[in-house]
């Protein structure tokens, strides 16, 4: 995600509770990416359609089509957001390993994207046998105030790659929504 986009979704998630909201919290739609959100965060289906749009102009598997689809929640409580998407490729890139390894990078841009990022964590596991790929971020932004600790997987299923990622952007008062918002990205698969 690039930081415009973070920016845009964190000022975003902040504005909301000046926002008009709904009566009534419906429950959320089934999860994309196999995350279990936190109890009582509310569904954002406007952003999520910007997090898919751009995502969706990414190039994460090499110029092979992708599908996306994404989910956003903030915290009930002013200051969090969990963002899960999902990318699948329409065929299987020709160096499948290679498409892997690039796409858990590509959860690294939006810290390198940031002037003054300090990364705190930075994991990458990459199974030999080609079966899940892994990768683990943590980073903040002195500037702003956030922190986004961030979970991605990338596996084979049938003839696509699928990247499986989700980051939960937390504001300077948020350290409170840091264990559930950290749950939910401990869920996926």
Known sequence: MTRTSLALL??????????????AP???????????????????????????????NEDLFAGVRIGVDAQVWRSAT??????TTQVTTEAMPAAPDA????????????????????VARWDVTVDPAGRLHEAAL?????????TVVARALVFRAGGALIRISGECILGPDAAALRPACAAALASAL
């Open 10 to 23: 964190f000022v975003a998630a902040l504005a909301a509770p000046a926002l008009a909201q709904p009566a």
């Open 138 to 146: 943590e980073w903040s932004d002195p500037s702003a105030g956030t």
């Open 78 to 83: 002013p200051g969090a957001l969990l963002v």
């Open 99 to 118: 498409a892997a390894t690039s796409a858990l990078h590509a959860t690294r841009a939006g810290a390198d994207a940031v002037d003054g990022a300090k």
């Open 26 to 56: 419906s429950a959320p739609p089934a999860p994309v990416a196999r995350v279990t959100a936190p109890t009582g965060w509310i569904v954002d289906e406007p952003a999520a359609d910007r997090v898919a749009a751009a995502v969706g």
